[in-house]
């Protein structure tokens, strides 16, 4: 099943969930031609946006992403508010709950490094590209260099039109 | 502003620059005319059809 990020991003943004949106749908925002499955979000860990991401996710059917069938686990405030990042597989597709990123650390952190964009006909905000380039290169993961090098290609175009 | 948990840097560096050598410039330039929204959607219908070309790959074997 093909992820579908509006149906995701709509859930979210309907349930008045505070999430930023990073990684490769990030990355996609700013003009990078890597495709990705899964939508990638930092949510706010305060105890009233976990309530509202729990009630936002919950009729999506979250359950852990590869994990074996059958396990006890429901997607409410409680289990949220005990973790912290939580790779999930729903009726819309592959969703990243992170509550950190390294090199970025929470939500308070990255907001300010964020911008408004509308897709799929919701506003939410999304990491901004420099931020965006800098918690990749803080991550160091190899499979991350392709796509860190077409963000900075992309932050070069860009300043050379300004 | 809070800080990030690294700074931000603009310094090259070299691992990527090396990497940076193989980005095609034609189609970053040709992306980056399309709206945010319009760049999502294009992904979403690449992964849409993707999808239906395995499905059809497999439907054969």
Known sequence: MSTSFGTLLRALAHGRVDFIVVGGIAAA??????????LDVVYARSSENIERLADAVGPLEPYLRGAPPGLPFRLDRTTIGRGLNFTLVTSAGDLDLLGEIVGGGGYAELLPHSEPVTVFGVECRCLSLDALIAVKRAAGRVKDFEVLAELEAIRDEKRRAR | MAALEIPVSFEPDPV??????????????????????????????????????????????
Do not use: C, N, W
């Open chain 2, 16 to 61: 990527i620059q090396v990497y940076m050598r193989d980005i095609d410039l034609t189609q970053v330039r040709e992306r980056l005319k399309l709206t945010p929204a319009e760049r999502l959607l294009m992904l979403q219908q690449f992964i849409i059809d993707l999808e239906a070309i395995r499905g059809a790959g497999q439907r054969q074997a």
């Open chain 1, 29 to 38: 925002v700013h003009g990078a031609s890597r495709s990705t499955y899964d």
